[in-house]
């Protein structure tokens, strides 16, 4: 933590002086055209409406310093302590129970410990948001390398697709199961997606809006389910083991935590970006990993407690069986418990997912269009239809397989950020020296990528990083060879081993790069 506070005071002490390089204006540079998230032609349409409803139409071009205005830490907390207080969270720590069979203080461990180490890449990137006034994927140009970082933006637009498919299928179990499951499933999709795509249309201004206050009906019927529980009676601690059976599904448990907590980190700068930018790195920090720490650790707790009743209360369990994450829930609130009352907070509940896939699908718009310089010039808000469309067509037939597919999914998000992490943290600290001069040349030529390091040694990083994967995986559909070896049932080293090999195959590979091509 050390080295992240030190870099993060040399960043604070930079921005302080009123001459510094990164006091950027839109005259110190000139933007190409074939940049613009709005082309003049068959997407004119579009920028008059857009401006008509007063919509974000920037896309990934940089955000000019006359534009960041922004000063509430705060706004920058609560994006994330909305977009986690929500009924994903709570479906993770369910599977504690359910998928790897842990007793409830093993799992609280894994939760604090893969948590803390998940946080900060995403808490550390907001900082280079607020300073440079560049999207997450675009910074990432200048840290892994442009062919990298287009391989990233590909895979970050898959990531994105992904995540909603999954907070999709635990709301809508939810959904369907109240009103004697009048709703079909797919319908239920189909709700989250259109309110996803409403909130994400009106770009910046209105999702931080909309996330400053959407955590508080979900807070309310936490606080009811607690209550409930705690009444009930089927809360139990279970017995704490050791052994390493259980060392392996703690290893593969907390892989998933830290896939699901690290996940936000390939687009934080996304959403600092219109921040002033004398505004303490600091404090940006601190907030953003506190706003983010918080309710993951809460609420995956409060899962993996509730999971506890299954063992002990058979229609619990047998909800659960039928119904998923979604019938745990109902067990708690409604059946034998608040009935009609507990059906609303059911819908409330679920309605929480819309906070997290807000950040997932406005995103995928600005990853994609750091693809190729062709994609730019595509409206941010097609990128955005295309990935709800998506992943409503995913989460249908997921629908039904949504705990395999849930622990399955976040483990491979954790080899990709993994190795995500490991590149872009090591061009920053080693190569690049923190916050240094070395930066410049981003802030003048930010869309040219003949100023960035041409991203050779970041493909190798990401082989190598994919190699250790290979060998720490342990899923469902395939275990590695060091995996298989932990336990009976294996263990998940993946992203570990990802992010040594990453570590090793980036940094010897950068030096050749840098001396053979000079940047």
């Known amino acids: 933590m050390s080295a992240y506070k030190t870099d993060i005071e040399k960043a604070d002490a930079g921005s302080s002086d009123k001459n510094s390089t990164y006091q950027v204006k839109t005259e110190d540079f000139q933007v190409d055209e074939s940049v613009a998230e709005v082309s003049k032609g068959k997407f004119a349409w579009y920028e008059n409406f857009t401006l008509m409803m007063k919509a974000e139409t920037r896309g990934v071009e940089i955000v000019p310093e006359e534009e960041k205005t922004r000063t509430s830490l705060w706004e920058a907390a609560s994006m994330?302590?909305?977009?986690?207080?929500?009924?994903?969270?709570?479906?993770?720590?369910?599977?504690?129970?359910?998928?790897?069979?842990?007793?409830?203080?093993?799992?609280?461990?894994?939760?604090?410990?893969?948590?803390?180490?998940?946080?900060?890449?995403?808490?550390?990137?907001?900082?280079?948001?607020?300073?440079?006034?560049?999207?997450?994927?675009?910074?990432?140009?200048f840290l892994s390398g442009d062919l990298a970082m287009r391989l990233f933006a590909a895979i970050n637009c898959i990531c994105c697709v992904g995540w909603g498919a999954v907070n999709i299928m635990a709301a809508a179990q939810l959904l369907h199961i109240v009103n004697n499951k009048t709703l079909p499933p797919w319908a239920a999709c189909l709700i989250f997606v259109v309110l996803t795509i409403l909130v994400t249309f009106f770009g910046y201004d209105v999702i931080h809006t909309y996330e400053k206050w959407s955590w508080i009906p979900n807070m309310f019927v936490?606080?009811?389910?607690?209550?409930?529980?705690s009444i009930s009676g089927n809360f139990t601690f279970g017995t704490m083991a050791g052994g390493p059976?259980?060392?392996?599904?703690?290893?593969?448990?907390?892989?998933?935590?830290?896939?699901y907590a690290s996940g936000w980190a390939t687009f934080a700068a996304d959403y600092t970006v219109y921040m002033r930018t004398d505004t303490p790195p600091l404090k940006i920090f601190a907030w953003v990993y506190f706003g983010l720490?918080?309710?993951?650790?809460?609420?995956?707790?409060?899962?993996?407690?509730?999971?506890?009743?299954?063992?002990?209360?058979?229609?619990?369990?047998?909800?659960?069986?039928?119904?998923?994450?979604?019938?745990l829930v109902y067990a708690v609130?409604?059946?034998?418990?608040?009935?009609?009352?507990?059906q609303f907070c059911c819908v409330l509940l679920a309605l929480s997912t819309v906070a997290n896939n807000i950040p997932n699908m406005y995103?995928?718009?600005?990853?994609?269009?750091?693809?190729?310089?062709?994609?730019?010039?595509?409206?941010?808000?097609?990128?955005?239809?295309?990935?709800?469309?998506?992943?409503?067509?995913?989460?249908?037939?997921?629908?039904?397989?949504?705990?395999?597919?849930?622990?399955n999914f976040m483990n491979i998000i954790g080899y990709n950020l993994a190795i995500y992490d490991t590149v872009?943290?090591?061009?920053?600290?080693?190569?690049?020296?923190?916050?240094?001069?070395?930066?410049?040349?981003?802030?003048?030529?930010w869309h040219d990528k003949t100023a960035a390091p041409p991203g050779y040694a970041g493909l190798i990083g990401f082989g190598c990083g994919a190699a250790g994967v290979v060998l720490g995986m342990n899923q469902v559909w395939y275990s590695g060879a060091i995996g298989t070896l932990i336990g009976d049932f294996g263990g998940d080293v993946g992203f570990e081993l990802a992010a040594g090999f990453s570590f090793l195959g980036f940094n010897t590979a950068r030096y050749f790069e840098l001396k053979y091509c000079g940047r």
């Open 222 to 229: 936490f606080i009811v389910i607690i209550a409930r529980m």
């Open 363 to 407: 995103s995928i718009g600005l990853s994609a269009q750091a693809v190729t310089s062709k994609a730019r010039r595509v409206p941010r808000i097609v990128w955005t239809l295309c990935g709800n469309s998506v992943t409503l067509a995913i989460s249908i037939p997921a629908y039904y397989h949504f705990e395999n597919f849930m622990s």
């Open 80 to 141: 994330w302590f909305s977009a986690n207080l929500v009924i994903g969270t709570f479906a993770l720590g369910a599977i504690s129970q359910t998928v790897f069979a842990l007793d409830f203080w093993s799992s609280v461990l894994c939760i604090i410990f893969f948590n803390m180490l998940g946080v900060f890449p995403v808490a550390f990137f907001s900082v280079f948001g607020v300073k440079f006034g560049l999207r997450q994927m675009i910074l990432t140009r």
């Open 293 to 327: 720490f918080t309710p993951l650790c809460f609420t995956m707790m409060l899962g993996t407690a509730c999971a506890t009743g299954i063992f002990s209360d058979e229609s619990w369990a047998t909800l659960y069986d039928d119904n998923g994450v979604g019938g």
């Open 245 to 259: 059976t259980v060392a392996g599904n703690v290893l593969s448990f907390g892989g998933a935590i830290f896939g």
């Open 424 to 445: 872009c943290l090591s061009e920053h600290f080693i190569w690049k020296r923190g916050f240094s001069s070395k930066y410049d040349v981003m802030l003048e030529q």
């Open 333 to 342: 609130l409604v059946e034998n418990s608040l009935h009609g009352f507990g």
